[in-house]
C-alpha cells in the first residue's frame, strides 16, 4: 500500500504560479502510474493531468494544456504539478493518486486510481 500526502497549495494570484507536490511512502513510487485530479466547490473531481509509471508519457486535460506540467522524480519518490498562467477557474482542491500496481499506461479516470491524498487547497484570486 502507498501512501500520499500532497503540498504546495496557497492563495495565488491570477497569472502567477505554484508547484504542487506530491510525496509517496510506503512503496516505491515507480510502480505507480499516477495522476492529478481537483475539485471545486459544488463541482465533481475531475481529471488534470497524469504520467506513467517512468515518466515518459504524460497526457494534459485540455483546461490545463499549455500552462500545467506533470513531472516526478522516482528517486526521490515525489510527483509535481507545475501550474503556471494560473486562473481564478484553477480554484480547487487538488488531489495526488496512484493508480493500482501493474498499470504500464496512463490512467485518466478517476474511478481506476486506488490510493488518493487528502488533497491541497489552490485558490486563485483575480
Known amino acids: 500500500q502507498v501512501q500520499l500526502v500532497e503540498s504546495g497549495g496557497g492563495l495565488v494570484q491570477a497569472g502567477g504560479s505554484r508547484r504542487l507536490s506530491c510525496q509517496a511512502s510506503?512503496?516505491?513510487?515507480?510502480?505507480?502510474?499516477m495522476g492529478w485530479f481537483r475539485q471545486a466547490p459544488g463541482k465533481e473531481r475531475d481529471f488534470v493531468a497524469a504520467?506513467?509509471?517512468?515518466?515518459?508519457?504524460?497526457h494534459h486535460a485540455d483546461s490545463v494544456k499549455g500552462r500545467f506540467t506533470i513531472s516526478r522524480d522516482n528517486a526521490k519518490n515525489l510527483m509535481y504539478l507545475q501550474m503556471n498562467s494560473l486562473k481564478p477557474e484553477d480554484t480547487a482542491v487538488y488531489y495526488c493518486a496512484a493508480a493500482p500496481r501493474g498499470y504500464t499506461t496512463l490512467v485518466l479516470t478517476s474511478e481506476t486510481y486506488e490510493y488518493w491524498g487528502q488533497g491541497t487547497q489552490v485558490t486563485v484570486s483575480s
Open positions: 510506503g512503496r516505491t513510487l515507480s510502480s505507480y502510474a
Open positions: 504520467i506513467t509509471r517512468g515518466g515518459g508519457s504524460t
